[in-house]
C-alpha cells in the first residue's frame, strides 16, 4: 500500500485522490490531504480563515457557557441562550469542520480509518446531543438538564485547525527548501537549431541539442562542452568556492554558474535526470520516507481508529449502565476519550519533524536520505567531513589588512616579474600615501589607504604601478561615492 505523504496513513493504491507531482504520483486518503500537498499556499490561508472563524466564536462560547453553569450570569435563561449557541455553533461545526466530514466519507471510501473519522465522531456527537437538549423542550418535551456542548464541540475544532495550521507552517518552510533548489536552474536556454540561436524554454531543451553558455549565465541542463573554455562556479553542487576550469570535453552541470568564457556544449541529461532536479528528488524521497518508529506506528494504524471508536462507545456504555450517570455525563467521556486519542503524535508530529529536518537540512546545504538517518543521528560520537568547502561559508572575503613590519618599512615582497618594479617601494606604505605623486593618476583627494588607493574604476594601484603592469593585481571595491 502507498503512504499518504500529508498525514502518513497507509492507502490503496486504486484510490481516486491521487496527484502527479514532478514526474511522480503521490496518493491521498481524502481531498484534505491532496489539496493541502499540491496547493500548500492556498490551504494554509484557508486554515488561517477557519482557525480564526472557529476559535472566535468557541471560545466567547466557552467563556459564556462556563459561567452560566457556575451561576455567574445568565442563571434561569438557559432555553434562549441555547438558541442562541445553536446558531453561533452550528456554522462552525459544519463549515469549518466540514474537512473532518469530508475526510471521514473518503475513509470509508477507501476502506480504511483515519483521524478524521474520530474528530467527525466526537464532536457530531457533542452538537447534536446539544441540539436535542435545544429544542425538546420548544415542542413540549421538558429537560431536567439543560447544559449544552456547543461550546466543547467549537474549541476542539479550532484547537485541532489551529495545530493543522501551525504544522502546516512548519511543512511549507521545509518545503521552501526544495522551492530554493529548484529556483536554482535557469527558466530558459540558448539552442542552436538549423544553424539559427534561439531562447526556448528549458523543459524543451532536449539531449543532444547543442546550447550556447554566456559569461554570467547558469548553465541550462547537463552537458558535455564542445567548444570553449571558461571556469565555472560547481559551489552549489560541490560546496567548493573556487570555481572550475573547464575545457574542450568536460562535463558541464547544470545550474552552475559560467563565470568567464563563452561555451558551447551539448545536452546530455535534461529534464528529471539534471544532476539538480536529482537533488530535488532526493530531498522529495527524504521527507516522505518513513522512519523506524513511524513503521511501528503504521502496523497498528488499521486497527486503531476502530480500536478508539471501540472503547469510547464502551466507556459511554459503562458510565451510563453501571455506573448509572446521565446520558450528559457519559457523553462527556465518549467525547473525551475520542478527541484524546486524536491527532496521534506518531501519526501527524513525526511525519512533520521528519519534513521540516530534511528540509532544513537541505537549505543549508546537506542533503539527508530518510527519516531513519534522522532518527539514528542522536546516536553519532564522530563526523568526519572530506574537504574544507564544507566547513566555510562557499566565498572567500577579506576580513583583516595585518602589516608586517613597521610603519614606512617594505612590508611585502616584489613580485618576480619585473622585480621591484612590480613590488612595493620602501615607504610607500606611509599613512597618507598613495605612490602618485600630486596624485594626480586619480584626483581623489581620500588619500588614508596606506598605499593601496582605488581609482574610480575600482582598480587598485600598489607603489606606483598599475596591475595590468604587473599581472595579476589588487581588485578593490569602491565605497559607495566614489
Known amino acids: ?34 489539496e493541502t500537498f499540491t496547493a500548500p499556499a492556498k490551504e494554509i490561508a484557508r486554515l488561517k480563515r477557519l482557525t480564526a472563524f472557529s476559535l472566535g466564536i468557541g471560545l466567547p462560547l466557552f467563556v459564556i457557557g462556563f459561567g452560566q453553569g457556575v451561576g455567574w450570569w445568565l442563571a434561569g435563561l438557559e432555553e434562549p441562550v441555547n438558541l442562541v449557541f445553536f446558531a453561533l455553533a452550528t456554522p462552525v461545526q459544519f463549515v469549518a469542520g466540514w474537512r473532518f466530514y469530508h475526510g471521514t466519507w473518503d475513509a470509508f471510501r477507501n476502506r480504511s480509518a483515519n483521524m478524521d473519522v474520530l474528530i467527525s465522531i466526537g464532536t457530531t456527537a457533542a452538537w447534536a446531543y446539544s441540539a436535542i437538549v435545544t429544542f425538546l423542550p ?12 456547543y461550546d466543547t464541540a467549537a474549541v476542539i475544532i479550532g484547537l485541532i485547525l489551529l495545530g493543522k495550521y501551525l504544522e502546516e507552517l512548519a511543512k511549507g518552510r521545509a518545503g521552501d527548501a526544495i522551492r530554493k533548489l529548484m529556483d536554482l536552474a535557469p527558466r530558459t536556454a540558448h539552442v542552436i537549431r538549423d544553424g539559427k540561436e534561439e531562447e526556448i524554454p528549458v523543459e524543451l531543451v532536449q539531449v543532444d541539442d547543442l546550447l550556447v553558455v554566456r559569461p554570467g549565465e547558469r548553465i541550462p541542463v547537463d552537458g558535455t562542452i564542445l567548444e570553449g573554455s571558461s571556469a565555472i562556479d560547481e559551489s552549489m553542487i560541490t560546496g567548493e568556492s573556487i570555481p572550475v576550469e573547464k575545457g574542450l570535453g568536460d562535463t558541464a552541470i547544470g545550474a552552475t554558474i559560467n563565470k568567464s568564457g563563452l561555451l558551447k556544449i551539448r545536452a546530455t541529461r535534461v529534464g528529471a535526470d539534471t544532476t539538480l532536479n536529482q537533488i530535488i528528488k532526493l530531498v522529495e524521497d527524504a521527507q516522505v520516507a518513513r522512519a523506524p518508529i513511524q513503521r511501528l506506528a503504521d502496523r497498528v494504524a488499521s486497527v486503531f481508529v476502530p480500536a478508539v471508536v471501540l472503547i469510547a462507545s464502551l466507556t459511554f456504555l459503562v458510565w451510563k449502565f453501571v455506573y448509572l450517570e446521565t446520558i450528559a455525563q457519559s457523553l462527556v467521556f465518549f467525547i473525551a476519550v475520542l478527541i484524546i486519542a486524536c491527532p496521534c503524535a506518531l501519526g501527524i508530529a513525526t511525519p512533520a519533524a521528519i519534513m521540516v529536518g530534511t528540509g532544513k537540512g537541505a537549505e543549508n546545504g546537506l542533503l539527508i536520505k530518510g527519516g531513519e538517518y534522522l532518527e539514528k543521528a542522536h546516536k553519532l560520537t ?9 566547513l566555510t561559508k562557499g566565498s572567500p572575503s577579506v576580513t583583516d589588512v595585518v602589516p608586517s613590519g613597521p610603519r614606512g618599512e617594505r612590508i ?20 597618507g600615501s598613495t605612490g602618485f605623486p600630486g596624485d594626480a593618476r586619480t584626483g581623489n583627494p581620500r588619500a588614508d589607504w596606506h598605499g593601496v588607493r582605488p581609482s574610480r574604476k575600482s582598480r587598485a594601484h600598489v607603489g606606483g604601478r598599475d596591475p595590468d603592469q604587473c599581472g595579476r593585481g589588487i581588485v578593490a571595491a569602491p565605497r559607495s561615492g566614489w
Do not use: I, N, Q
Request: proline share 5%; aromatic share 10%; hydrophobic share 30%.
Open 412 to 431: 611585502g615582497a616584489p613580485a618576480r616579474r619585473g622585480d621591484r618594479a612590480c613590488g612595493f617601494r620602501p615607504g610607500s606604505l606611509d599613512r
Open 1 to 34: 500500500m502507498a503512504t499518504d505523504p500529508v498525514c502518513g496513513m497507509y492507502v490503496d493504491e486504486h484510490t481516486h485522490l491521487t496527484a502527479l507531482v514532478r514526474g511522480r504520483r503521490y496518493y491521498f486518503c481524502s481531498h484534505t490531504c491532496l
Open 382 to 390: 564522530t563526523v568526519v567531513f572530506d574537504k574544507t568547502g564544507t
Open 138 to 149: 420548544l415542542v413540549g418535551f421538558p429537560l431536567a438538564d439543560k447544559g449544552t456542548y
